[in-house]
């Protein structure tokens, strides 16, 4: 896949990725009905639909209302389009390009609901877990053990975790890190790694600005730490697997 290419389609595809966080926690279609200001309710014609650009022109305000948008859907198209540049430019396999843009595609609206909602939507790991099973089996059958046995550890690593500590992890969190391991086979393990450490290193600031009592009752949302740790592990989990043997061999 072309890199520019890869940059374009992962903007346009940020797009339709900020319609979904924003409807699915709403249960509303995301395939139907057109793009609208929340505000006003008037439909956004597609020259103000073009992702970043428009956003630009408009000075990030709605042509009819002028109310502000939020920063969010430039931000999420310009994220979604460097991270598919990304993966196109680590990973040099049809099957690792498809599994690595497709959990990209998957993870973006992810944790931007969780951070908002705290929720990690059935929708989404659950047409993620098809979604994996399906390109693993067209393209690297043989590497689909590999990954049906990450998806297991990792996914029952963090309902342990769930079951042992109840409400500070909740089971889509489970769910997510369950379809990260289809997706990413052994490397889910530095993926899983990394959330943990990032999870805690924000918990502790939490507490260290809110205090001990109140930051123990203030609900950190875990997804975009898993997000991030999937993150890693699209772009270097394998090498840190392979560093991690070669150092205990």
Do not use: W
């Amino acid at each position: 896949m072309d890199v520019t290419f890869a940059g374009i389609f992962g903007a346009l595809f940020g797009s339709f990725l900020n319609v979904v966080a924003y409807r699915l926690p709403r249960k509303e279609s995301v395939v139907f009905g057109s793009s609208h200001c929340p505000q006003c309710g008037t439909g956004i014609k597609p020259y103000d639909n073009v992702p970043i650009v428009s956003f630009l022109l408009l000075r990030g305000r709605c042509r009819s209302c002028f109310t502000r948008i939020s920063l969010r859907y430039p931000l999420v198209e310009a994220l979604t389009a460097a991270l598919c540049v990304g993966a196109v430019l680590v990973h040099h396999t049809a099957t690792g390009i498809a599994l690595s843009v497709t959990l990209i595609f998957l993870l973006v609206p992810a944790a931007a609901i969780d951070l908002e909602h705290r929720i990690i939507p059935n929708r989404i790991t659950g047409l993620g877990a098809v979604l994996a099973l399906v390109i693993g089996l067209a393209l690297d059958p043989a590497g689909e053990p590999e990954r049906l046995i990450a998806g297991a550890a990792a996914g029952g690593f963090l309902l342990v975790a769930a079951l042992a500590h109840p409400g500070g992890m909740g089971m889509g969190d489970v769910k997510l890190a369950g379809m990260m391991g289809l997706f990413l086979g052994r490397a889910v393990a530095p993926a899983i790694m990394i959330a943990l450490i990032t999870g805690v290193i924000a918990g502790i600031a939490v507490m260290s600005t809110r205090g001990i009592k109140a930051g123990r009752k203030t609900a950190v949302p875990f997804g975009p730490f898993l997000a991030l740790g999937a993150v890693v592990g699209v772009y270097a989990g394998q090498a840190l697997v392979d560093a991690y043997l070669d150092s205990v061999h």
